[in-house]
């Protein structure tokens, strides 16, 4: 029988009898104002991601790692993924969702012991597309290479957070590295700018984050971009060079939703 | 019925509590089976002590200490219904099987065989009780007929347990003494057989809410829109002009309407007819064991689907068909009240082959099966119902809670949360965390209504902050210091206002840091009609010269860091 072949089919014959394909071909989608800071304007699948390790200079952390972690997250939530966190009990779920990740698809993992936590992190790992994780104690070399070539294989994406506010207690930024995990690409916010908020008026709206990325192989080489985390309308967007306020070219009374009364 | 086609006479058996039975429970133990975390069926002992379908895992052990909680297990539930489904086989042919526990049956040749429709369900209802008593629950089935399935099935529930308050005038059970002796139908209240015709006067009492066991699209909404119009019972409904229905509620409605007056839910002529698909594997060898059978059934189904798609059609009820080596002809129906996906139905097939194989050795085949064929037996056009059926997602949602659960074993059944929406005015308050095993993972949490005793998401909790959220909401609030420009402590007053400018912010007597914006304070009053759980509190804003943004909390003059905008 005469296979009759039309347009979609054949492409797709093209993606199956492809001879070799590569790891970079393998991507989960991001949120196009992050694309700017990946390698190759998306993030492959298995890599070891780490967000606001604080890359050397780790004494002024800046705040906003959670929220570019989340960001993250949000374009494989938003494409279908499950996202998993490990740890964390502290995060802030009413964020994640308003930067895009979908709360149907997302699953919270209290922190296991750190003998246990490895275990942990590998069943997720292939199960969901991504997994955040904050590890509290460092983590061996022989777990992160075993977790490395699990994710590698299943494409999973691992996305280590770095410490929170606790603002002076618990935990403090660790120096890149230390915690074990490989990372592939690393994320920090070198600045960050409230928007919207007065001495006694107004209330934060938007912030403007400033984000370095750097890393191993592909990724070696810097980039930075200048993002809104969140902008005015509450999404992740970048930053057009010439504007830096969010209120740029509008009408601001308009834009400031007024208060709501307290009975 | 002023030229309508009368439905299709139809005999209904209802097991009550399947999975209960089946899980080897008496009837006098309290049990119930609970699916994600919800009551799906229980005993008689444990309904009497107010355990009910769709009440809380928490609720119904409150209710009920002593319960005994067992899991589902749809393929134990459907292999032993087939022992059930064979003797009423004995009497008709066509049986279609809704779910474990119920099956249906028209009847208009086998009774006219036997002797009218009375005298079949008499006779049906003495065999399958025969079968249930050997399990020890001699009372549990019922028997319904009435024109069409709905009202059978509810004539068959009616048998059980009479609706309450409107008991319906002519229709009640008759007791047939000559065919059965009356000590057989104790407990269950026996049969009830609603004469031709009669379905629309049968049918007036019930409430209004039994129309979910029609095949609508979505009952809940529709039963809720016509409940706010003030209809009550299917009376109610089935007295409106069917044009003006159909006008109103659309095809939805008027297949609300035509169930209500006791009529096919779809005119006949408007159905589809099924397409000329059958897929079919010949198993060489014969397969003697489930386990090889029901894999080629996946990939049968997956075809059947895969074909029925591509035509722009969706299967309701689907023909099993299977042949042995030595000639034996096996055939079953199964029907789904949405329409059934690949996996539906590859669950099916394996569940009744499961019976088949492993069924008592007077009904077993007696060697292996050489052939499977599915036949789509009742198609509809393929909607957007579809959606939620579509492979790749569900397959998504299975892996991760595998996952899940297996991570569950690892931590603790408490270790794996999901998010729940919840209504607050704190940033910890709108999302709850509740265990996995207590939602269904396909299902959205979002898109759901509110839910009585939850705190309503939609309402509009005055006071709330406007997002931005904090991305860190510490779980325990880290006590702080707000100074003002003197050094003095910020205080707040009962009208809202701060006493003066907050200048510095002191974490846990921790070094002093400047602030540089603030905005607030905002106060939120909560609960102030229940003394106990009164909360007085005001938020306030901060970002301090270190670049961190906080959402502080004064309560009884004391400030708290309650978030961090991370």
């Given at each position: 029988m005469a296979a009759v072949i039309n347009p979609t089919s054949l492409a797709e014959v093209v993606q199956v009898t492809r001879p070799l394909l590569l790891a970079r071909d393998r991507m989960v989608p991001v949120l196009p104002a992050l694309s700017g800071l990946m390698p190759d304007g998306g993030l492959p699948r298995g890599a070891m991601v780490g967000v606001g390790l604080g890359a050397g200079s780790g004494a002024d952390a800046h705040a906003g790692a959670t929220s570019v972690a989340l960001a993250l997250a949000a374009g494989p939530s938003a494409a279908g993924s499950w996202v998993a966190v490990v740890?964390?009990?502290?995060?802030?779920l009413a964020a994640a969702a308003e930067v895009g990740v979908d709360l149907d698809r997302l699953a919270l993992v209290a922190e296991p012991a750190p003998e246990g936590w490895a275990a942990v992190v590998a069943a997720l790992i292939g199960a969901v597309d991504v997994v955040l994780v904050a590890p509290h104690h460092p983590v061996r070399m022989a777990d992160a290479r075993r977790l490395a070539a699990r994710a590698r294989e299943r494409g999973t994406v691992l996305i280590q957070v770095g410490a929170g506010g606790t603002g002076g207690r618990g935990r403090s930024t660790r120096a890149g590295g230390s915690a074990g995990l490989e990372l592939d690409l690393r994320l920090t916010v070198v600045a960050a700018e409230w928007q919207g908020v007065g001495s006694g008026h107004g209330y934060l709206q938007a912030r403007r984050l400033t984000v370095e990325a750097g890393g191993r192989r592909r990724a070696a080489r810097p980039r930075r971009a200048e993002l809104w985390v969140p902008d005015l309308q509450g999404r992740v967007t970048a930053c057009d060079p010439g504007r830096n306020t969010a209120y740029a070219g509008s009408d601001i009374d308009r834009l400031v939703p007024p208060l709501q009364e307290v009975s | 019925m002023g030229g309508e086609f009368a439905p299709v006479r139809t005999l209904v058996v209802r097991c009550a509590d399947w999975p209960v039975l089946v899980s080897g429970a008496r009837p006098d133990e309290p049990v119930a089976v609970i699916r994600a975390n919800r009551v799906v069926a229980c005993s008689p002992a444990a309904r009497r002590d107010g355990v009910h379908e769709g009440q809380r895992r928490r609720e119904a052990q409150g209710r009920c200490p002593a319960l005994v909680v067992i899991e589902p297990d749809e393929a134990r539930d459907a292999r032993v219904f087939e022992q059930v489904v064979q003797v009423v086989e004995a009497f008709a042919p066509r049986i279609e099987i809704t779910r474990p526990g119920r099956c249906a049956v028209p009847t208009r040749g086998p009774s006219r065989y036997f002797g009218g429709d009375e005298v079949l369900a008499h006779r049906i209802a003495e065999q399958v009780y025969a079968v249930l008593a050997g399990k020890g629950?001699?009372?549990a089935a019922t028997v319904g007929v009435a024109d069409g399935p709905f009202a059978a099935d509810l004539a068959a529930e009616f048998a059980r347990q009479p609706v309450p308050a409107r008991t319906p005038p002519k229709c009640e059970a008759k007791p047939t003494p000559d065919v059965a002796k009356?000590?057989?139908?104790e407990g269950g209240g026996g049969v009830v057989v609603v004469p031709p015709g009669a379905s629309e006067e049968f049918l007036a009492p019930f409430p209004l809410e039994v129309l979910g066991r029609g095949a609508l699209a979505d009952p809940v909404a529709l039963v809720d829109v016509l409940g706010r119009l003030g209809l009550r019972t299917l009376a109610d409904v089935a007295g409106l002009p069917a044009a003006d229905v159909l006008a109103r509620f659309g095809l939805e409605g008027r297949a609300a309407h035509r169930l209500a007056r006791g009529l096919d839910e779809r005119p006949p002529d408007t159905r589809l007819p099924p397409p000329m698909v059958r897929v079919e594997a010949v198993l060489e060898p014969p397969a003697e064991r489930v386990d090889t059978a029901a894999f080629v059934a996946k990939s049968l189904a997956d075809e059947l689907h895969a074909r029925l798609e591509s035509l722009g059609l969706a299967c309701t009820r689907v023909g099993i068909l299977a042949e042995t080596e030595h000639g034996e002809s096996l055939e079953r129906l199964w029907r789904h009240e949405g329409t059934l996906s690949p996996g539906a139905i590859a669950d099916r097939v394996r569940w009744q082959l499961d019976g088949w194989l492993n069924g008592s050795a007077a009904h077993r085949p007696t060697s292996g099966i050489s052939l499977l064929a599915l036949i789509p037996d009742e198609v509809v056009g393929a909607t957007g119902r579809q959606l939620g059926f579509w492979g790749g997602e569900t397959a998504r949602d299975d892996r991760a809670g595998r996952a899940f659960a297996r991570v569950q074993g690892l931590l603790g059944p408490d270790a794996v949360t999901v998010p729940e929406p919840r209504g607050g005015r704190g940033p910890g308050e709108q999302i709850d965390r509740v265990p996995v095993h207590a939602v269904d993972l396909s299902e959205s949490r979002w898109s759901s209504g509110p839910v009585h005793g939850r705190r309503d998401p939609a309402a509009p909790w005055p006071g709330r902050l406007p997002p931005p959220s904090p991305a860190i909401v510490h779980p325990q609030p880290m006590a702080c210091d707000v100074v003002g420009p003197d050094g003095e402590m910020v205080r707040v007053s009962g009208r809202g206002l701060a006493d003066t400018v907050p200048t510095g912010l002191r974490v846990a007597g921790g070094a002093c840091v400047e602030v540089v914006a603030w905005a607030g304070p905002w106060p939120a009053d909560e609960r102030w009609w229940d003394p106990p759980t009164h909360r007085r509190r005001a938020r306030l804003q901060v970002v301090t010269a270190d670049g961190w943004a906080r959402l502080l909390m004064v309560e009884g003059g004391r400030w708290w860091i309650e978030a961090t905008y991370d």
């Open positions: 740890g964390r009990p502290d995060l802030g | 629950w001699p009372g009356a000590s057989n139908f």
